[in-house]
């Protein structure tokens, strides 16, 4: 079959099924995915809340810090799933 066979209204229907197919897989994916927005170290810097910083990890010998990390950054050893 030709897509001349069609009806317009089967093929919309047929596109938006496939559309919110592809939008769960996604949406499934990026909560199942090793990022630091699904670690439980990974929270909001108390001094400025557009930053984010990873527990687990800390830098420097005399005055330790944590590190600055993205959200979608991919996760280190250290990842523990969020519950």
């Known amino acids: 079959m030709e897509l001349k066979d069609y009806t ?3 093929l919309k229907a047929e596109l938006k099924r496939r559309v919110e197919e592809e939008k769960a897989r996604k949406a499934e994916e990026m909560k199942t995915a090793l990022r630091c927005r699904n670690c ?3 929270v909001p810097n108390p001094r400025w809340n557009m930053m984010y910083i990873c527990l687990a990890r800390t830098l420097g010998k005399k005055f330790l810090r944590h590190y600055k990390v993205m959200l979608s950054q991919k996760a280190c050893d250290k990842f523990e799933r969020k519950t």
């Open 8 to 10: 317009t209204e089967e």
């Open 40 to 42: 439980k170290h990974c």
